[in-house]
């Protein structure tokens, strides 16, 4: 399940704490599945000032990922 974001590239993000899976559906539609993300992170990305950047810089190159749709 993903809540949307007021974002200029993230539609919605969701997180399974159970198994450590950030899901990001972007602007485009894409959606892809992050895998082993820690629970912080997660609240970070949707804390920060802009989440494409926290994406950009914290996210992106630093987990292993697949896309879903």
Do not use: Q, W
Request: aromatic share 12%; net charge positive.
């Amino acid at each position: 399940m993903r809540d949307h974001v007021v974002s200029s590239c993230l539609r919605s993000v969701g997180y399974d704490a159970e198994e450590h899976v950030l899901e990001i559906e972007f602007v485009t539609s894409t959606v892809y599945r992050y895998t082993a993300v820690p629970r912080r992170v997660h609240r970070a990305l949707l804390a920060a000032d802009s989440l494409g950047r926290y994406f950009n810089r914290e996210v992106r190159g630093r987990y292993e990922y697949r896309k879903v749709s």
